[in-house]
């Protein structure tokens, strides 16, 4: 072997070694929060009322996944239809400028804190009504997946190629049809990934949570102007809480969130496979 | 004479670029009626000013008259999809839905535009498109599977079946044999000849042997001009101009 050809191969070694070490973190996370989670979780855990910080009772996280999933419902309707079409118009429209501009803010805003836009929820949403509300959260997690949602169903409308755009309206259809109900169809598979690793994203959020649902409630749901809880900020609150059954529950809670958000992108994943014509 | 098609000094920009300059013509029902030309000379931009597809390219421009039964498909409020419905258009690469069977693919513009009451009728439509693209033979025990699986030239002539099944009045078709191997070539091209029965066709080719062999009127379009139009025997054996005489004999000879 020649000097070049070694140092080709411990390049390649660095380089494999480097790659290894930066997906152990992800397996270190799951085996740690399945190693204290798993054991709590159990279909009355799904259910039941989390349990007072002491005492016996073993309480479940309800609530806060009844949270879970109302949120992030509001932020697929109300997000995710505001994304998509928003990607549909920045996709067919790239020569406007008011497409050009609205791309470069929601490049921006994919990248915003989103402490900052619970914050701004706050204001709209919580402070004029002076109660915390599952609505402002729907609403804060609707901002966080917008731009993310619009620029990938931008890139999905954008890879459909043009002559099959052609082709649709050759067919002397409405733009309406021709993007919705036929060229979607194409685009399916881009859109779909979009629309669910933007659920895994608000499905695990907690910062926009803090200032607009507070998360305290043990109510399961009591009206989108009621408080709620979520599961992250479940998590959140019993694990700074001092007590240890909650920080169970917090390990449980965890467990729970993170397999949600594992077959979300175990289904996208599976999705992307389906269609290879 | 009625005309399926006048086009009155139509003139198209793509951004600055003039490509159609002050082009004229009339085209009668029930012929074929080819556009040739050298590549870029602007057939393909031609055939899209007429069906209004330009309309997809936010750069183009358009100004002039293209008239269907003495109805100017450019003036204002006019129905794009009615224009568009009055056109069946076959594109230059084959470009079937891939993700659709063969059968959505004819059945899809039916079927979105109304044109059928039900489901048989929708199934005898389909048949009777793909039967006038003589694709049904080949087809009939795979209406469910993908259009991607056929052959080149097969979902060409299942890109014409899916253009008849609108009922078209007119049929456009932008080098419809242009990737096809000779075989499918004249398979379409013994098509194009039954459908003028039925249809009025407008084929776009830069290959003036199939314009001669198959078309009864022909223009010859250079740099974006009309530079001649006539019977097709009489531009063939009389070209009145220079630059056809060239054409025609430098690609014939
Ligand atoms: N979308 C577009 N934007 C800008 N210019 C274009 C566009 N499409 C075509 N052109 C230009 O317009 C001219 C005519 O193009 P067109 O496709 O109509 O030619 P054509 O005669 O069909 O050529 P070919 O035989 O190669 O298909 C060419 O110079 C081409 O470069
Ligand atoms: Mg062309």
């Known amino acids: 072997m020649n000097k070049r050809k070694i140092i080709e191969k411990l390049m390649l070694g660095v380089i494999s070694t480097l790659a290894v070490i930066s997906a152990i973190p992800i397996f270190a996370i799951m085996f740690n929060v399945y190693a204290e989670g798993l054991k709590h979780v159990n279909l ?7 349990p007072p910080p002491v005492g016996d009772r073993v309480g479940g996280i309800g609530p806060a996944l009844v949270g879970t999933f109302t949120l992030v419902s509001l932020a697929m309707v109300i997000g995710g239809a505001i994304g998509f079409f928003t990607g549909l118009y920045l996709s067919e429209f790239s020569h406007t400028k008011l497409s050009q501009y609205t791309q470069m803010f929601l490049q921006i805003m994919v990248e915003f804190p989103t402490i900052i836009i619970g914050l701004f929820a706050y204001t709209i949403l919580v402070a004029p009504i002076k109660r915390f509300n599952a609505l402002a959260g729907g609403f804060a997690l609707s901002i966080v997946i917008i731009p993310y949602i619009a620029l990938n169903v931008r890139e999905a409308y954008k890879s459909i190629p043009y002559t099959l755009k052609e082709a649709a309206f050759s067919l002397g259809v409405s733009a309406p049809v021709a ?16 629309l669910l690793i933007g659920m895994a994203k608000v499905a695990g959020e907690t910062a926009p949570l803090l200032f607009t649902i507070l998360g305290t409630t043990f109510t399961y749901f009591g009206g989108l102007d009621q408080p709620i809880n979520a599961i992250p900020l479940l998590i959140y609150n019993f694990a700074l809480s ?12 965890a467990a729970v969130l993170l397999t949600i958000i594992l077959l979300i992108f175990i289904v996208s994943r599976l999705i992307v496979k389906e269609v290879k014509l | 004479m009625s005309w399926a098609i006048e ?25 074929i009626f080819a556009i040739m030309g050298p590549s870029g000379c602007g057939k393909s931009t031609l055939l899209r000013a007429m069906n209004r597809l330009l309309d997809l390219n936010p750069y183009a421009r358009v100004e002039g008259q293209v008239k269907i039964n003495g109805i100017d498909v450019y003036s204002d409020n006019i129905d794009i999809t009615w224009v568009r419905r009055q056109f069946g258009m076959v594109f230059q690469i084959p470009n079937p839905f891939p993700h659709l069977s063969i059968y959505e693919n004819v059945a899809l513009g039916p079927k979105v535009n109304g044109l059928v009451k039900d489901k048989s009728e929708l199934d005898r439509l389909v048949k009777r498109a793909l039967e006038q693209a003589y694709l049904w ?36 078709m932008d080098e419809p ?25 407008i084929i776009v080719t830069h290959n003036p042997q199939q314009a001669a062999r198959i078309s009864d009127y022909v223009a010859f379009l250079y740099m974006g001009e009309l530079i001649e139009i006539g019977e097709t025997s009489m531009v063939f054996t009389r070209p009145k101009h220079e630059l056809t005489e060239k054409y025609v004999v430098g690609r014939m000879g």
């Open chain 1, 179 to 194: 993007y919705l109900r036929i060229l979607l169809s194409t685009a399916r598979r881009g859109v779909l990934t979009a």
């Open chain 1, 44 to 50: 009355s855990f799904l259910i039941d009322l989390p």
């Open chain 2, 177 to 201: 044999t242009a990737n096809l191997d000779p075989v499918a070539s004249s398979k379409i091209e013994e098509l194009m000849l039954e459908l003028k029965e039925e249809y009025t066709i």
């Open chain 2, 7 to 31: 086009v009155n000094n139509l003139n198209v920009w793509y951004g600055d670029k003039h490509i159609l300059k002050d082009v004229t013509f009339k085209v009668p029902k029930n012929i």
């Open chain 2, 137 to 172: 033979d080949e087809v009939k025990n795979d209406l469910k599977k993908p259009a991607s699986m056929l052959s080149g030239g097969q979902q060409q002539r299942l890109c014409i079946a899916r253009a008849l099944a609108l009922k078209p009045k007119i049929i456009l």
């Open chain 1, 242 to 253: 001092p007590y240890e059954r909650w920080h169970q529950v917090a390990w449980g809670a």
